[in-house]
């Protein structure tokens, strides 16, 4: 083989790749998750966490989860938040989902409550995010009024606790 047929051969093996990680992002359960199915959306967060090691990504879905009062979602949050997993260690994030889902009635996040300290650290909302939406990816970078657009959106969602 000569220099040309390799390096053929290799950007068709990257094509390749690159369109079986596009294909994936759009699995049917993340469809699932982003038409608002709590499960999948658990789950899909769960995959996130333990597989593919995205936190960031992980926390976004187990926040929608969560603030639609799943009670898995909740401890998973409480539980990164207590161990630092992924993120840094903060008691008073734990505590807070520790104590939505205790307040729903879960035995094992009432027993997690005495373990933390809500006054320790401070507590900000983390289930505000900023993940780049699909609308973003087509709104080529070199054009300013697009990053005008998506960064307006972007510091706007927060405030009123939407996900951009």
Known sequence: MNLHSIWTHSLLIFTA??????????????????SGDITAQRQLAEHLEHNDKNTQQAIHWYCKAALQKDIQSQQALGWMYMNGRGVKQNDAIAFDWFNRAAQ??????QKMLPYLDPKKDQHQSICNIPIAP???????????????????????????????
């Open 17 to 34: 790749l690159v369109t079986t990680t596009q294909a994936s992002s759009d699995s049917p359960l993340q469809l699932k998750a982003e």
């Open 104 to 109: 729903q009635g879960d035995a094992y996040a």
């Open 134 to 164: 699909k609308w973003s990816q087509h709104c080529p970078k070199q054009q300013k009024h697009c990053q005008t657009i998506i960064q307006t959106v972007e510091q706007l969602a927060p405030q009123f606790n939407i996900d951009p």
